[in-house]
């Protein structure tokens, strides 16, 4: 393509394409000169871009941001955790407790009452000022990523789940599963202390010494993000040009011309979309657990990283 690519050598993570036409362009890991600078900032922030997406008639989850005790402080602010916990027994519990800016499922949790809650809004500002609050959505967790108003990939999320024999521990079967990921390339890495994954365990009255049965499936944690364990069924050949449309229009909406969409809905994703929520936007959405699924889908990665090449020309 008569590219040349510049790229750090220490950790291989950023870099420059130099094109053919003499334009330099600059990355961050899958953070590419594509996306306006404004548009990104906006889709890192998780409640500013809910604000946009609701103006803009996008159903999104119904929820609140407040601050961190240090952040309250700082800013005079009365948006406590503690008003945090108000505002999520007016929910009702449970309630999804999440970082604003962090990606890739860092930080989110499942809380279902007093206890859980304060420890998730500890875990979620670490390194943080603002947190979210939210009523959890139902549905199937979908990622759809869009290339200037093509849609590459579109794929069912599904969070880590491990499945019992009979005979291994919950830890055996979790190792297990990571030397799955090992075997097929995918750099995904289990935390067995997660707190969340230990939450679910004791709220389950489990450890990771326990033996479940065989068949019986345990979800462990609470969101569906490749980065923390969860599985990926691809569905990109099936999506209903409904769906291709409507997040073809998101995409222009928000001025991202490369974006992620994460989406929950009960509507299979070869239907006419009927109700859904836009869980979040990702102006950098990373494909490599998906490119880890199979062949094929190496092949969508391969061609996509053709096209974003192509589209840095324009």
């Known amino acids: 393509m008569g590219v040349d690519m510049l790229i750090e050598p220490t950790y291989g993570y950023v870099g420059c394409i130099r094109l053919p036409n003499g334009k330099k362009r600059f990355f961050r890991n899958t953070c590419f000169d594509l996306n306006g600078s404004g548009s990104t900032e906006i889709a890192k922030d998780k409640d500013y871009a809910a604000f946009f997406l609701k103006e803009l008639g996008y159903p999104v989850p119904l929820g609140q941001a407040f601050h961190t005790r240090r952040w309250c402080k700082a800013i005079d602010s009365n948006r406590t955790p503690e008003k945090a916990w108000e505002y999520a027994q007016s929910l009702g519990l449970p309630v999804i407790v999440k970082p604003n800016s962090k990606s890739q499922g860092s930080g989110v949790a499942l809380a279902h009452n007093k206890r859980e809650f304060f420890k998730a809004v500890t875990e979620a500002s670490t390194n943080e000022r603002v947190f ?40 055996e079967l979790l190792q297990t599963k990571q030397a799955h ?84 809905t009960e509507t299979p994703l070869n239907q ?42 324009i």
């Open 181 to 264: 990921f090992n075997s097929i390339g995918r750099d995904t890495v289990l935390d067995l202390k997660d707190p969340r994954i230990l939450t679910t365990l004791k709220r389950n009255k489990l450890s990771l010494n326990s033996v479940i049965k065989r068949g019986e499936d345990i979800k462990l944690l609470p969101n569906a993000n490749l980065s923390t364990g969860g599985d990926a069924v691809d569905l990109t050949p099936s999506l209903h040009p409904a769906w291709k449309k409507l997040c073809a229009s998101l995409s222009r909406n928000m001025n991202l011309r490369y974006i992620g969409i994460d989406i929950m």
């Open 132 to 171: 979210l609050v939210q009523k959890p959505v139902q549905g199937k967790d979908y990622r759809i990523v869009v290339l200037d108003g093509e849609i590459i990939s579109a794929y069912e999320r599904r969070p880590l789940t491990i499945q019992g024999d009979g005979e291994k521990t919950i830890q």
């Open 272 to 313: 006419t979309p009927g109700d859904y929520t836009v869980i979040e936007i990702n102006a950098a959405p990373g494909l490599d657990n998906y490119a880890s699924i199979g062949e094929t889908q190496m092949h969508i990665v391969k061609e996509l990283y053709r096209k974003v090449l192509m589209a840095m020309l």
